[in-house]
């Protein structure tokens, strides 16, 4: 599947999950789980795209319609198994925020995204 | 300077700037412009920190207190030239953002952030 970097999200207003992590130093299973909960993530109801980049730091903004979207997929039975390995294993420090989009704009030299 | 990878936000509400972006296949001059633009941003009325991570996708989160104080940096005389310069050379595809943050949480290991 090739996925978009730029997630294609509809005009505002819409909300972000903004993640920003550290790792700690045991990564064992972690790229399994990432992989599964963005493949299980775009499942969801609400779900309007995500992206996402690594290097020191980890950013990862998931994109929902609405608050509701977001609390059923925080509330996903996988999803809260990950989030609980994530404390105990594989994060050192992590911080989620909750924003609503108000507005955005883009540009594109090549108009594929 | 020690920065600290995921930002020391206050309580919300406050305000994100999400730029998610690709880099065209010209990135001289980026690394340079890109450390003085956040060393600019943080001299900011209304800034309270950034967020940053690259690998194939660019994410930078900068975070302030309203809506003016990111009207007044993107309005910032060096901040324009770096916009203009990224439109016409770093930069194949991005999108910027804007969002209020209305909710937070955190967690850490080791108690540093």
Not at 40 to 62: F, M, W
Not at 82 to 107: C, L, P
């Given at each position: 599947?090739?996925?978009?970097?730029?997630?294609?999200?509809?005009?505002?207003p819409?909300?972000?999950?903004?993640?920003?992590?550290?790792?700690?130093?045991?990564?064992?299973?972690?790229?399994?789980?990432?992989?599964?909960?963005?493949?299980?993530?775009?499942?969801?109801?609400?779900?309007?795209?995500?992206?996402?980049?690594?290097?020191?730091?980890?950013?990862?903004?998931?994109?929902?319609?609405?608050?509701?979207?977001?609390?059923?997929?925080?509330a996903?039975?996988?999803?809260?198994?990950?989030?609980?390995?994530?404390?105990?294993?594989?994060?050192?420090?992590?911080?989620?925020?909750?924003?609503?989009?108000?507005?955005?704009?883009?540009?594109?030299?090549?108009?594929?995204?």
């Open positions: 599947m090739i996925m978009s970097l730029v997630a294609k999200t509809p005009e505002p819409y909300y972000a999950v903004i993640f920003t992590s550290r790792h700690a130093d045991e990564v064992e299973g972690y790229t399994a789980m990432s992989a599964r909960m963005k493949e299980l993530a775009a499942q969801q109801p609400g779900y309007l795209g995500i992206e996402s980049a690594r290097d020191e730091a980890g950013i990862t903004v998931s994109y929902w319609k609405d608050l509701q979207s977001i609390r059923v997929w925080k996903h039975v996988e999803h809260l198994q990950a989030q609980e390995t994530g404390r105990e294993k594989w994060y050192s420090t992590f911080k989620v925020r909750i924003a609503r989009v108000e507005r955005d704009y883009g540009f594109s030299r090549d108009g594929l995204e």
